[in-house]
């Protein structure tokens, strides 16, 4: 690494999306490495004395490394978009159980507004299923907040759903738009 030939004191990694952060666990009886460890193991190898990302998709990741992470928050930016959207009667939801921290932290922020949990299974990687909706969305503005997006697949079911129960309006944000495959073109067809 060039920053240790040139005698850096210190380098920090400046990596806003952790790309591994999904593979975080190992998937049962699969034998196949925790790639969010690897990488950490990389990074501490290489000569990285701190690392700084946005929004990493587990928290227990940041136990992954032999330095310290700090992981910053995309909430902040995410809300001054939200309090332009005249929000009529709002509730914030998470898409699934693990984003439950995030939407509650935005919910505070949005003068302690209620919430809403969306109950997913995934048969299978990248195809969910809505299962239940914990809350009451009929007649409300719902704020959707997930750490990313990746082929849109949870946010278009997602936010069929809400409809479905009666949402009058459903907003959706994220802190990492990955969009692979088809997901602009599934977004939008939602949005027609």
């Known amino acids: 690494m060039l920053c ?21 666990r190992r998937v049962r009886s699969a034998r196949v490495p925790i790639t969010a460890k690897v990488v950490a193991d990389f990074l501490s190898s290489v000569g990285v004395d701190r690392v700084l990302t946005v929004d990493l998709h587990a928290e ?47 919910a505070k922020l949005l003068n302690d507004t209620d919430m809403a949990i969306i109950d997913k299974r995934r048969p299978r990687a990248n195809v969910s299923q809505v299962m239940h909706i914990i809350g009451d969305v009929a007649g409300r503005d719902c704020v959707m907040v997930d750490d990313m997006i990746d ?10 759903a809400l409809k479905e129960r009666g949402a009058k309006r459903v907003f959706a944000y994220a802190t990492h738009p990955i969009f692979s495959g088809n997901a602009i073109q599934n977004i939008k067809k939602l949005c027609d």
Request: aromatic share 8%.
């Open 4 to 24: 240790v030939v040139l005698s850096a004191g210190r380098i920090t990694a400046v990596i806003p999306y952790f790309g591994y952060a999904r593979q975080d």
């Open 151 to 160: 082929t849109g697949g949870t946010l278009c079911k997602a936010a069929e």
């Open 60 to 106: 227990q990741i940041q136990g992954f490394f032999d330095v310290p992470v700090d992981n910053v928050f995309g909430s902040p930016i995410l809300l001054e978009d939200m309090l332009q959207l005249n929000l009529d009667n709002p509730i914030v939801v998470s898409p699934d159980i693990g984003g439950v921290v995030r939407a509650r932290a935005i």
